[in-house]
């Protein structure tokens, strides 16, 4: 009898194909402060960042679109530093969660962790998810890179001391039964460390889940430096072949896919296929997910707004109207590729532009498990 296990991902957009038989908008991201307290070398919205914040759309308007979507699934809350400010929580947050919560739609919070933990303990009840970034090889990288875009930056000693809350909260968190899931993003400066991080990620921190993303050249991050598609290769399997079998490992933005005419990336691929404990995500932004700004109203799809425009307004459109007009884009098809066989949606489309700039991913390319065209 197997006794492979493979963990439930509700934020996978493929539960929509097979559902509804088509993309669906199901996951709404929102964000909910523009407030940080740290300024990553790697933030992916560092440029947004301010210090003062702006007043938002009441939630009960915002609740009002989400009425009108019957598909939705499942919300994200993102930043800034989604948890820094108790009155932000209590303002934005709160309502938010507790709607998701009445309506049984799964929730998650991307927080840096690094806050005292009463700011955790007023959420705790509503959350399904607390999502935290580990990228850091030790507390000086954590110290230096974490607050690399800061003028002011605290002292050593106060940055050091958000280090240590980090683990002490992730710690807490979990044994007082919230699912922790840790994000890493593979470049030159983590894969090194890759083994120590996902031990502290398992064994410290005691998360459930440790996800590994590839770091893209974008915004801030464009001047760390990405790895290879060999070198990526390598270290996820160094990581199957070393890791704490307890932990879920949730490949995200793998940028190997069935269809791949390589052997060593299909044997990759059924080794993941093979393991207990180990998934794989489709990207979700533009299948299955927006994101709306609580502050300005603006719809967009995070990776494609590198010019600034939004998609739509909350305040003049309804969401599953902007969302229709974005899968109609151009842009929206070049990525949308589809083989049911492997349930595949097709690569992120950063990962494309950076992976695979000449291919032509074509629907329908892979017919059953394990076979490439
Ligand atoms: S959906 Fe696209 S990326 Fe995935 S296997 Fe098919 S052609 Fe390849």
């Not at 990288?141 to 800061?150: P, R």
């Not at 994000?183 to 889940?209: G, S, W, Y």
């Not at 459109?317 to 974005?326: H, Q």
């Not at 492997?342 to 076979?371: E, H, R, W």
């Amino acid at each position: 009898m197997s006794t492979m296990n493979k963990p439930h991902d509700q934020w996978e957009s493929y539960h929509d194909i097979d559902r509804y038989g088509k993309l669906t908008l199901s996951n709404i991201e929102f964000t909910t402060t523009n407030l940080c307290n740290m300024r990553c070398a790697h933030c992916a919205v560092g440029y947004t960042l301010q210090t003062k914040e702006a007043a938002a759309i009441p939630s009960e308007e915002i609740i009002k679109q989400l009425d009108r979507v019957d598909t939705l699934r499942v919300m994200s809350f993102t930043g800034g530093e989604p948890l820094l400010t108790k009155r932000g929580i209590r303002e934005h947050l709160l309502p938010l969660l507790k709607y998701a919560k009445s309506r049984g739609i799964k929730t998650q919070i991307n927080s840096n962790l690094t806050l005292p933990m009463s700011h955790y303990e007023l959420v705790a009840t509503y959350l399904d998810v607390m999502h935290i970034s580990h990228n850091w090889c030790d507390e000086r990288e954590f110290v230096e890179t974490g607050f690399a875009m800061m003028e002011q930056k605290p002292s050593f000693d106060k940055r050091a001391a958000l280090y240590r809350n980090i683990f002490d909260n992730a710690r807490a968190l979990s044994k007082g039964g919230m699912f922790v899931s840790a994000e890493t993003m593979l470049n030159r400066n983590t894969v090194p460390f890759i083994q120590k991080i996902h031990d502290e990620v398992a064994n410290e921190m005691l998360c459930k889940r440790h996800e590994i993303h590839p770091m893209y050249a974008s915004d801030f991050a464009s001047a760390l430096d990405v790895i290879g598609l060999d070198e990526y290769r390598d270290v996820v399997n160094q990581i199957i072949a070393s890791r704490n079998e307890d932990i879920w490992i949730l490949f995200g933005t793998l940028p190997f896919y069935p269809c791949s005419t390589d052997a060593r990336d299909q044997a990759l691929l059924t080794r993941i296929r093979n393991a207990s404990n180990i998934t794989i995500r489709n990207d979700v932004d533009g299948r299955s997910r927006m994101n709306v700004n609580i502050f300005t109203g603006d719809v967009s799809v995070s990776d494609f707004t590198d010019d600034g425009a939004a998609l739509g307004n909350i305040k003049t459109a309804s969401l599953e109207g902007i969302y229709e007009k974005w899968l109609s884009t151009n842009i929206s098809s070049s990525i949308n590729c589809h083989c049911p066989a492997v349930k595949c949606l097709g690569p992120n489309i950063i990962v494309k532009n950076m992976y695979y700039p000449t291919t032509d991913f074509k629907s329908g390319a892979v017919q059953s498990v394990g076979a490439s065209y």
